[in-house]
């Protein structure tokens, strides 16, 4: 995946404003080498925002990688050299960095959900829990640790909740309105398996368990037979993930992959000025 040329404008915008005063002590014609290095294990993910970052503000950097996207990685590995004008090197790398470190992060913690279900057949899913401005960049990193993607937002599928059945009545009446707006996908989230059972009823697409005990997950599984698929979402963790995955649902989807994130720990160094 590749950033837009507005997408990085927007997000140098953000830092840069009207300049950057503190790197225009330094001669224009300056040149200088600079390592980035990861300080702990990692996923790397966003080398192609990274680099647009640096492009963007000098064509002429120099970016040579040593590891490859998707790739994990031990603490205190250099992950890249750069190579070019000083200035650029020195007002990029703020923005460079955090889009690297907020993707790796992501990518890292996808990585550990679905290490964690490997086996079970069950797939990780992400949300809509993204950080405004990387809705596509989080899902894609969530994409290079091994997760899939739920609905990007509100336009590629329908997913009613407590409030749609509410508005619209009940759940079949939800779900028969949903059919005859969309073609989408439509899944309904219950949180009881008498919601659950009035959901099987009216065939949608996909069913959310949401904040179900392992119990009543199971029990669903074993009513549903496989008549639609099955999503279980509310207060996962990696303690406990495996256990929800061995129930047999289909999906598992998790909010932290991309709102509970930590950013990973790098660092840039200039190694010689030219």
Request: glycine share 6%; with cysteine; aromatic share 4%.
């Amino acid at each position: 995946m590749q950033p837009s040329t507005a997408e990085i404008d927007a997000y140098l915008e953000e830092d840069i404003g009207s300049g950057d005063i503190t790197a225009h002590i330094i001669p224009e014609n300056v040149t200088a080498e600079v390592t980035v290095i990861t300080r702990e294990p990692m996923v790397l993910c966003g080398k192609a925002w990274f680099d647009a970052v640096f492009h963007r503000l000098n064509s002429g950097i120099d970016i040579v990688w040593h590891a490859s996207e998707g790739e994990s990685i031990n603490a205190d590995t250099r992950l890249c050299d750069l190579k070019g004008q000083a200035r650029a090197l020195l007002t990029g790398e703020r923005t460079a960095l955090n889009l690297l470190q907020t993707l790796s992060a992501t990518a890292t913690a996808a990585k550990r959900y679905a290490d964690a279900v490997k086996g079970t057949g069950c797939k990780v899913l992400d949300t809509r829990k993204t950080i405004p401005g990387l809705r596509k960049a989080q899902k894609y990193a969530v994409r290079c640790g091994g997760g899939f993607n739920h609905r990007m937002g509100l336009y590629d599928a329908v997913l009613i909740k407590e409030n749609h059945i509410i508005t619209a009545g009940s759940i079949a009446s939800a779900v028969q309105l949903a059919r005859q707006q969309s073609s989408a996908p439509v899944e309904v989230e219950v949180e009881s398996l008498a919601e659950f059972q009035q959901a099987l009823a009216a065939r949608p697409d996909r069913i959310m368990l949401d904040n179900l005990s392992l119990d009543d997950i199971r029990a669903a599984v074993a009513i549903n037979n496989r008549a639609v698929e099955l999503e279980a979402s509310g207060n996962i963790t990696l303690e406990n993930i495996r256990s929800v995955a061995e129930t047999g649902v289909d999906f598992i989807s998790i909010g932290a992959l991309t709102k509970n994130i930590k950013a990973i720990d790098l660092s840039m160094r200039i190694n010689l000025v030219l």
